[in-house]
């Protein structure tokens, strides 16, 4: 697994899309909070944790997106250009390739968004002073710095199993991107049945565990079963991706 990671990590470095993605997530990140913090006359929201969702929303709302892309690349180039079969020559397992991108693409993940979080928070702070809403301290605000690596990682995992399925690099981009921003939507606006699965919709309930007052759904479960349940779907996905790519030619 170790050699796996280190091969890993020297394509991650050795590829320009990685870092065009992480150059996007930062200007996302930090362009929006210095905007909001910029503007800000008045809390972001009614609570502390809401305002600092607010203050990161460039990056936990689009940020994650781009990483998420960024984890799919990171398969479907690959039979793109045929490397994969040089890879699954080097490491038969094939489950064990597809485990250490998702140990190398996670960590960078959580780091970066980690960071970027902490940045975000005390840049709105910074411009905004208190009239922000934001309190340092504030159990809601610390979840907002640890919960969005956490929703980052679980993104790429879901970007890493979905270009696994998918190995297609246009098709499985359209399939998170349109999954993410437009079918939970319409699912959860449909007519007698909308409210009832809109609960169980899962990036509705990554979002939900990060800004707890999003909508009007009745969830069954407080967030914090909400960010397993998320956690459970991502799981699933990309085991999925490994049975699917264990079973398929290269």
Same mark, same amino acid.
């Not at 998918?166 to 079918?183: C, D, E, P, S």
């Given at each position: 697994m170790i050699a796996a990671m280190n091969a890993e990590r020297i394509k991650?470095?050795?590829?320009?899309s990685p870092y065009w993605c992480i150059a996007v997530v930062v200007v996302l990140a930090v362009a929006v909070a210095a905007l909001t913090g910029a503007t800000s006359t008045a809390p972001l929201g009614p609570s502390p944790g809401e305002s600092a969702w607010t203050a990161l929303i460039g990056l936990n709302a689009f940020g994650v997106l781009v990483l998420m892309i960024m984890a799919v690349l990171a398969v479907t180039s690959e039979y793109r250009f045929g490397t994969i079969r040089t890879t699954f020559q080097a490491i038969p397992k094939r489950s064990t390739v597809l485990l250490a991108k998702a140990g190398v693409f996670g960590a960078l993940a959580v780091a970066v968004t980690l960071v970027l979080a902490v940045v975000g928070i005390f840049?709105?702070?910074?411009?905004?002073?208190?009239?922000?809403?934001?309190?340092? !301290? %504030?159990?809601?605000?610390?979840?907002? @710095?640890? /919960?969005?690596?956490?929703?980052? $990682?679980?993104?790429?995992? +879901?970007?890493?199993g979905v270009g696994a399925i998918?190995?297609?690099?246009?098709?499985?981009?359209?399939?998170?991107?349109?999954?993410?921003?437009?079918?939970e939507s319409i699912l959860s606006i449909l007519p007698k049945v909308g409210e009832h699965i809109a609960p169980f919709l899962p990036f509705a309930n990554g979002s939900r565990f990060l800004n707890e007052g999003? !909508? %009007?759904?009745?969830?069954?479960?407080? @967030?914090? /079963?909400?960010?397993?349940?998320? $956690?459970?779907?991502?799981? +699933?996905?990309?085991?999925?991706?490994?049975?699917?790519?264990?079973?398929?030619d290269a």
């Open positions: 991650l470095t050795s590829t320009r840049l709105v702070r910074g411009l905004a002073g208190s009239s922000s809403g934001i309190e340092l !301290g %504030d159990p809601g605000v610390v979840r907002q @710095i640890w /919960g969005t690596p956490v929703i980052a $990682a679980l993104y790429v995992l +879901i970007g890493l998918v190995r297609h690099t246009a098709g499985a981009i359209v399939i998170v991107l349109i999954w993410n921003l437009a079918l999003a !909508g %009007d759904t009745q969830y069954h479960w407080n @967030i914090y /079963g909400s960010l397993i349940y998320f $956690a459970v779907f991502a799981v +699933i996905v990309f085991m999925i991706g490994i049975v699917m790519t264990e079973r398929r």
